[in-house]
Each structure stands twice: as C-alpha cells, then as structure tokens.
C-alpha cells in the first residue's frame, strides 16, 4: 500500500510514500469499527477506508493511538 503526502494532478508524476511515515487514515464510523492502538490495519480498496478485517484486503501498517467506534479515522504506521 502506498499513500501520497499531496494531491496529483491527473496525468502528472507525483511522490508515493511506501513505508516509515505516520498518515491519518479515514475509517468507518459506527458500532463495532473500532480500532485498537498497535492493531494491525489493512486498506480496504472497495470503500477507499481503514479495516482491521484482513480477508480481502492489503495490509497497510500498524494503528498509532486507538479510534473509536465514532472517530472517522486511524492513525497508522505505514508498512509497520
């Protein structure tokens, strides 16, 4: 999984960060979405958001900090 640090233009060259950084990631708010600190979190393609449910999906890194069921994010440790 790679994140970019800035919007790209379409069509342009732009910068990938594959691992080592930190990036405040969109989750799913509501019951049962929570996201333990050090949890492993995986990029869920199909709803462009943070997941801890592994089937399916590519791993992304570690949660830095907990998220609640009604926080619409996750920090995570990318490639951690």
Do not use: E
Not at 7 to 33: M, Q, R, Y
Not at 40 to 62: C, E, F, H, P
């Amino acid at each position: 999984v790679r994140i970019a640090k800035q919007d790209i233009a379409a069509n342009k060259l732009g910068a990938l960060c594959a691992g080592g950084a930190i990036f405040k990631v969109d989750k799913v708010v509501g019951g049962s979405t929570a996201i333990a600190d050090g949890a492993i979190v995986y990029a869920d393609d199909t709803n462009q958001v943070a997941t801890t449910t592994a089937s399916g999906n590519k791993r992304m890194g570690l949660a830095v900090g907990a998220a609640g069921d009604n926080d619409a994010f996750v920090y995570v440790h990318l490639g951690a």
